[in-house]
């Protein structure tokens, strides 16, 4: 049986840190966009703990912005942020675990979550820029076939890690168009336009 997870803060204090150390408005959206991956996946696998899903997705990047000339120290300064804003060592291990391909010395993913979050969360950077490329700016007619070949393309979004992306899946035990269907859906799930588009299967 899944345990129950507290974050140690409610989803509006939650956000009212990613604020306080985030004022471009992509890097509050790419939060956001994260938690609403990891609460759709929450839903299916880990329902009692929705809430935290989410919170761990929002605040996954929380130090991004103001340290970003020290990629190798991702989520170091974010560990204090979060405890002093009253976080669970729990909240703090998942934040930290999907840097662990980068720095060995943070924990690596075990829980069903953390690699959900590792193995997504760069992928949401990929569907995004592909989105904002396509005539209908949305992901609701967006399909794997169209990820596939922006994937496989290192020059499109070339900031984003594929083997990052290969690992997560790898993790998980899913093959790579199982994840990338899997996190289409996920972000259809939450998009603005969704009652728009009718989704196409991947």
Known sequence: MLKTLSAGMTREQAYELLAAHNHDPFHLEHGETVEGVMRYFAREIDPDNVEFWGIVGLLHDLDWEEHADEPERHTLFAAPLIEEAGGTPELVRAV???????????????????????????????????????????????????????????????????????????????????????????????????????????
Request: charged share 35%; glycine share 6%; aromatic share 8%.
């Open 96 to 202: 930290q675990s999907h840097c662990s391909d980068f720095n060995p010395d943070l924990p690596r993913p075990e829980l069903e979550m953390e690699k959900i979050l590792f193995a997504c969360e760069e992928l949401t950077g990929l569907i995004g820029a592909a989105v904002v490329m396509r005539p209908s700016k949305s992901v609701m007619d967006f399909n794997v076939k169209s990820l596939k070949k922006k994937f496989k393309d290192k020059r499109f979004a070339a900031g984003v890690n594929r083997d990052t992306i290969r690992h997560g899946a790898e993790m998980l035990g899913w093959e790579l168009d199982e994840l990338f269907a899997r996190t289409i859906e996920a972000m259809q799930s939450f998009a603005p336009d969704r009652d728009t588009f009718g989704k196409e299967d991947a």
